[in-house]
């Protein structure tokens, strides 16, 4: 699952492809959705092929493993998700809201103090050997739906490499459970995001930047992030 396609989430998609480790690559594939962001937009000035080219134009990395990798799109091929893998945001109508604002010159390229690519990242639940874990990429808080209740989670991803406002939004939202593992997964420090700044007392908090994470040993769940 590729959750957005800034570079440092996507830079090591080519290189598992080439080494035969990926048969499907699941994202969100936009050209599907020209004609939603367009009604979106609707200022009457867009048409359909421009926008087509602008999203090629602002995804051209994902559009460049076409023939290389199945491509597959979070929202209308969810039948082909493997049992223990569902998706659990963004929102189909949080997500065109984003793309479109993107899109649009008359609007910011900020969606809930996130880049448009990162606010809506995808985020996955996982279900291993009956523990549920949230990735969610380098999504904005906000994205995550009011329906999810995340002490539903025994290990949850904090978006943006730890960052520490989106962090501390997760806390919040969390009840501030210290039951709950949470993940930073940051090769950032503090200069894109990062948890330099992270204060983690009170939390059981494992970050990638002291190694791999074991999430539990028992399981054999092992991120490499």
Known sequence: VLSHNDDDHFKGIPFLIDNGRVDKLFTILLLKYKDDILKEIDDGRRKPEPLANDIIEMYDNIASLSGKVKLRDVYKDEAEFPPQMQRVGPSFEYMIETV???LDSRESDKQDKETITNAASVQIQLTQSSKKILLTGDCAPAAISEDVDLNHFDYIQLPHHG???????????SGKNNEIVYIVSDNTGNSNGGSDGLITKGYRVQNTKNGDINLNPSSNITAHM
């Open 100 to 102: 479109a604002k993107g």
């Open 163 to 173: 960052k520490p406002a989106t962090a501390e939004e997760i806390f919040e939202r």
